[in-house]
């Protein structure tokens, strides 16, 4: 079991909001937050990341981008 499970979407993207990936997810989002905000639930996502307790993050390549500009990473070019 994924503890905290952070729900966050990317509706600009053409991906679900975090309303609706909770709501698809039915009783299994039970307990999760929902973040409608990306950028917000990667900042919660990295405040609960410990060497103990890694963070992982699931989704689309169309969210990489995304992703990538909050960790300051390089999208196109580059070793990541």
Known sequence: RIQPLILSGYPEGGLLSAGALAAGLGPAAAGSIVEPKLDRALKRLMTA???E???LIFGSHYIAEPVYRFCQKSFDNGRI
Request: hydrophobic content about 15%.
């Open 53 to 55: 307790k890694p963070g």
């Open 49 to 51: 990341v410990t060497p």
